[in-house]
């Protein structure tokens, strides 16, 4: 059942929609820093639940200003004075938002710049790709500020950089960037200059997929991590078996057989 998406059901995110089905998804409050307010975790739930229904190919995930995003809204959570049941709802609702993003079925590639930390890393990581570039730094200054993840980096960044690493990250506030931050997994990409540039680039790359294939990678894959390997092997066999037989891809097949589809090469 198709769904839209428009702009004026939303405050904290700004849209461009691009013709070959991109999305430029940007955190508007550079003001704050991107920080995460309640609001905003609502907009990311309602966009990244109606995007695949909505023809969404892939979308750039960005945040306004020199930062990617400062996480929770410190100040927002100072003045609710929430109790415990209050606060595990806010989990809940960013659960909800970053769980659409990496089950969701369409890719989502992350342009980190700046700060990556706290509650925007657990957002970084909740996306399929992330490219970083020289401003970029990734933290979890939870630790320092009495609190403690709730939006996923127990199971994501853990997952990502392993559980000794995030554990140092949340006791010592130690921050990973350049080269040492891709070699733990927190990027796949590191550019000089535009980390937009990069991220539109992939982006445009992965809507040239059938959506049903993007739908499986970002979807299935990481189901299948939470099953055990059996249940893994039966879960592939029939996600390929309807994504293997689907019509556009016989074409697909077809363009090899006559070879005018291109080749896998070493430098492509
Ligand atoms: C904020 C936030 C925020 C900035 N909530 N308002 N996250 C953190 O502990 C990161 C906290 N933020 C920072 O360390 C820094 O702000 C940054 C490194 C991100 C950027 O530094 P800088 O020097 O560019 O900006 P700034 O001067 O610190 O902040 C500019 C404004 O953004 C300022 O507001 P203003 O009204 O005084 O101008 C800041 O208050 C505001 N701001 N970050 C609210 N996070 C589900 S659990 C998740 C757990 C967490 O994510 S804990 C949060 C971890």
Not at 31 to 57: C, M, Q, W, Y
Not at 181 to 201: F, R, T
Not at 247 to 259: G, S, T
Request: glycine share 8%; charged share 20%.
């Amino acid at each position: 059942m198709p769904v839209t998406l428009d702009q004026s059901n939303f405050k904290n995110l700004d849209f461009d929609a691009q013709d070959d089905g991109v999305w430029v998804v940007t955190m508007n409050r550079a003001h704050k820093r991107n920080a995460l307010d309640l609001d905003t975790i609502e907009e990311l739930v309602d966009f990244f639940s109606a995007a695949p229904r909505a023809g969404v190919k892939a979308v750039v995930l960005a945040g306004s200003g020199d930062h990617f995003c400062a996480g929770l809204d410190l100040i927002e959570h100072h003045d609710a004075d929430r109790s415990p049941a209050d606060f595990m709802h806010v989990c809940l609702r960013w659960h909800e938002a970053f769980n659409k993003m990496e089950y969701g079925g369409v890719p989502v590639i992350a342009a980190c710049q700046g700060a990556v930390v706290g509650g925007g890393l657990e957002l970084a990581s909740s996306a399929h790709i992330r490219v970083m570039n020289e401003t970029t730094y990734f933290a979890l200054p939870e630790g320092q500020r009495g609190l403690f993840t709730g939006g996923g980096a127990t199971i994501r960044v853990a997952d990502l950089v392993g559980k000794d690493r995030m554990i140092d990250m949340m006791l010592t506030g130690r921050v990973y960037h350049g080269q040492e931050a891709m070699d733990l997994h927190l990027a796949q990409y590191m550019v000089e200059g535009s980390v937009m540039d990069k991220a539109l680039e992939i982006a445009r790359r992965t809507a040239e997929n059938l959506p049903l294939t993007n739908f499986a990678i970002c979807s299935a894959i990481s189901h299948m991590q939470n099953m055990s390997p059996l249940d893994a092997a039966y879960a592939e066999s029939v996600v390929a078996g309807v994504v293997n037989t689907q019509a556009p891809a016989r074409e697909r097949l077809a363009a090899f057989a006559d070879k005018s589809a291109a080749r896998v090469r070493k430098d492509a």
